[in-house]
């Protein structure tokens, strides 16, 4: 082995130092200048230009007091109003754009009733006038204060602010779908049926506050939050809640119900605070952080999928509620993981084959397991 000293050790390291930047010295010694910095460009934003528009009907700012019915190609660039007496009827495959004028985003509003019914050859189209529509382009449609039967179906909005939004209002949707809004639709006070449709590539999906909802076999996909509802009545069957990149679902102080479906691939599956009802039959599968998490909340957790999610699958901070009749396994971190210092009671559930992986909060969150059913539920 040959050993160095130190002195020879420096005089290899200058020697590699000098080899090294040795074209620099050269660059330095040039007689040719050195270019001067180029100032940085900004980027251009991408021109979105606008479609091409053959309207037959145009409205600024305006109150349509006396029924009106649309159909073809119709303006809106202004604030127009369904007054309460009236209705708007909305023939199959109208296209219905607004362009802004001004600070004032264009919307409508309507005080009466509007009844917007496509089919799913010629559906309905509430958009922008830009050929590339995004997020906040136009308002928003906004019931305010209709209690009429107020009807969308087959209808798409997009590229709004809040695409629907529903002030002590009453509504029914069928396949109406929002897309590519800040909030895809935002439910008030409001009496709501809603039957498949949904909402994609949205801020916030779908948002209730003081409401009552019935919501079948949506679609919720690729938003930043999927539902939302705080103080309401949900009642959600057969939903997909996928591709939410922060939460699929959160519950704040609501009835809750949601019965079949799948909830899979978000950031987070469902988040109940202060909630009662129950998680029946659904799927919970592959989600980021956790397929269920329950706090204050009285919730019976029965037959569901609770699996291969990328921590805990089912989190409970407290005992007011019970999960049996599940299968739980394969989750990454813990199949029940107990926050809290009370006893949780989790009988009758499958575990997988390795059995369940428990937190019980160094012993002081308890968690009742027995009796574990030694194969998966039938009806998985």
Not at 301 to 309: E, F, M, P, T, Y
Not at 343 to 356: H, K, T, V
Request: hydrophobic share 45%; with cysteine; proline share 5%.
């Amino acid at each position: 082995m040959i050993r160095y000293s130190h002195l020879a050790m420096a005089g290899l390291q200058l020697l590699a130092a000098l080899l090294i930047n040795a074209p620099a010295l050269v660059a330095a010694a040039s007689p040719v200048p050195a270019a001067a910095p180029q100032p940085k460009v900004a980027a251009e934003p991408v021109p979105r230009g606008e479609a091409p528009l053959n309207p037959t009907l145009i409205y600024g700012d305006r109150v349509l007091s006396e029924d009106t019915v649309w159909a073809g190609e119709v303006l809106v660039e202004g604030a127009l109003t369904v007054a309460p007496q009236a209705t708007l009827t909305v023939e199959p495959g109208t296209v219905v754009r607004f362009r802004r004028k001004g600070a004032q985003a264009p919307l409508l509003v309507v005080q009466g009733r509007i009844v917007a019914a496509g089919t799913r050859e010629t559906p309905v189209l509430f958009t922008s006038t830009f050929a590339v529509p995004a997020a906040g382009d136009w308002q928003g449609i906004m019931l305010l204060g209709s209690e009429k039967k107020n009807l969308l179906e087959n209808c798409r909005i997009e590229a709004a602010q809040t695409g629907l939004e529903a002030l002590f209002s009453s509504v029914t949707l069928k396949n109406v779908r929002a897309e590519r809004s800040a909030t895809g639709m935002r439910f008030q006070d409001t009496l709501l049926t809603m039957e498949a449709g949904g909402v994609s590539e949205c801020d916030t999906g779908l948002s209730f506050s003081e409401s009552e909802a019935t919501l079948r076999a949506l679609n919720v996909e690729g938003n930043r939050l999927g539902i939302l509802a705080k103080r309401s009545s949900i009642y959600l069957t057969e939903p997909n809640l996928s591709g939410n990149q922060a939460a699929a679902f959160t519950g704040d102080g609501c009835r809750v119900r949601i019965q079949g479906g799948v909830v899979a691939g978000n950031g987070s599956g469902v988040t109940l605070f202060e909630c009662e009802g129950g998680v029946t039959g659904a799927k919970l599968a592959k989600n980021r952080e956790f397929g269920m998490s329950l706090t204050a909340s009285r919730i019976r957790v029965s037959a569901n999928q609770i699996s291969g999610n990328g921590n805990n699958g089912l989190m409970v901070f407290d005992a007011s509620s019970v999960a049996w009749d599940n299968a739980i396994n394969e989750n990454a971190g813990y199949d029940l993981y107990n926050a809290g210092t009370e006893e949780f009671r989790a009988p009758g559930n499958w575990w997988g084959a390795l059995g369940p992986k428990i937190f019980d909060n160094a012993g002081r969150g308890k968690v009742l397991v027995a009796p574990q059913l030694t194969a998966r539920p039938l009806h998985q």
